[in-house]
């Protein structure tokens, strides 16, 4: 293919599309989604599906056995050696969390080391509103300050782990730049552009393009969309030349009324939508370079 005269760094829609899937959240349950993992042996599952659909990542909160959110190095860790052991995958960590000290978010990381790490790049409102109801579902202050996004990033450094930003706004990756500066963050860098919760970005194509548009040099960057706007957010992203996670941390459904039976489902449709557009699909190979990962 000819390389296009309109493609620039940061929106090269001829390169292949990264594709993550974030397996299970903490929040959901199987009353609200039956396919959602909890043993270690259902995350292997979930992660093979997806790896077998097309996605490159996998992003992993981890859980106990009877489905409660964990934060242990014991959990993680058994569920890190299930999916290594049922694909290649690249395994991705989450450390967000309220209420729980820092360094308990970082000990998975820093104990077993996956190939990536989330880092959450600023604090925020962050809500849910039921519009029939007129109140909120939920309401808290995600609290993520710098002293704990240098002392997390810090740990990933040490450990060889690339560190995922995600980025509940623009002001979020403002964030980024002093971390730069500092020489804590190293290219490529990978930004998240998570859109969709309340309390952040709006969840529509222009705010991506503006989001997009102020990354710095050498990013690499997906689209994090919550709920169903998440289809419409992913076919922007593929067009802009981004990349893009989904799966049943942010949203359950295939189309309106229309729940997935497995993460597999939406990375299928995911994976559909990329070579629609006439992009190709991310190896995990071609993931692992582009990134300069160095662990599994």
């Known amino acids: ?3 296009s005269f309109w493609v620039t760094e940061n929106h090269d829609f001829q390169r292949p599309c990264m594709i993550t899937c974030a397996l299970s959240g903490v929040v959901a349950n199987r009353e609200q989604c039956p396919a959602i993992p909890y043993t270690p042996e259902e995350y292997a599952a979930e992660a093979k599906r997806a790896y077998e659909a097309g996605a490159a990542v996998v992003h992993i909160h981890a859980r106990t056995p009877d489905g409660a959110p964990s934060y242990e190095v014991a959990d993680y860790r058994n569920i890190h050696e299930a999916v290594t052991a049922a694909c290649p995958i690249i395994i991705n960590f989450s450390t967000g969390a309220v209420g729980v000290p820092v360094e308990k978010k970082i000990a998975p990381v820093v104990e077993i080391k996956p190939a990536m790490a989330a880092l959450n790049m600023g604090s925020m409102n962050y809500a849910k509103y039921h519009h029939q109801r007129k109140q909120f579902v939920f309401d808290f202050v995600f609290a993520n300050p710098f002293a704990e996004i240098v002392a997390l990033v810090q740990a990933m450094q040490e450990a060889g782990v690339k560190p995922e930003m995600e980025c509940f706004d623009s002001g979020h990756i403002g964030n980024s730049f002093p971390l730069i500066d500092m020489g804590l963050l ?5 930004y998240s552009l998570v859109m969709g919760v309340l309390g952040g970005m709006p969840p529509t194509a222009d ?22 706007d998440q289809w419409r957010l992913v076919a922007a992203a593929i067009a802009l030349g981004g990349n893009l996670r989904v799966g049943l941390e942010d949203n359950f459904y295939l189309s309106p009324g229309v729940m997935a039976k497995s993460n597999g489902e939406l990375v299928e449709k995911a994976a559909r939508m990329v070579r629609d557009q006439g992009r190709q699909v991310a190896s995990v190979d071609e993931c692992r370079q582009r990134l300069g990962l160095r662990h599994i």
């Not at 190293?186 to 990978?190: D, F, G, I, L, N």
């Open 186 to 190: 190293e290219p490529p860098y990978q």
């Open 207 to 228: 705010n991506l393009t503006h989001q997009a548009r102020i990354l710095p040099p050498q990013s690499d960057w997906q689209v994090i969309g919550v709920g169903l």
């Open 1 to 3: 293919m000819a390389r």
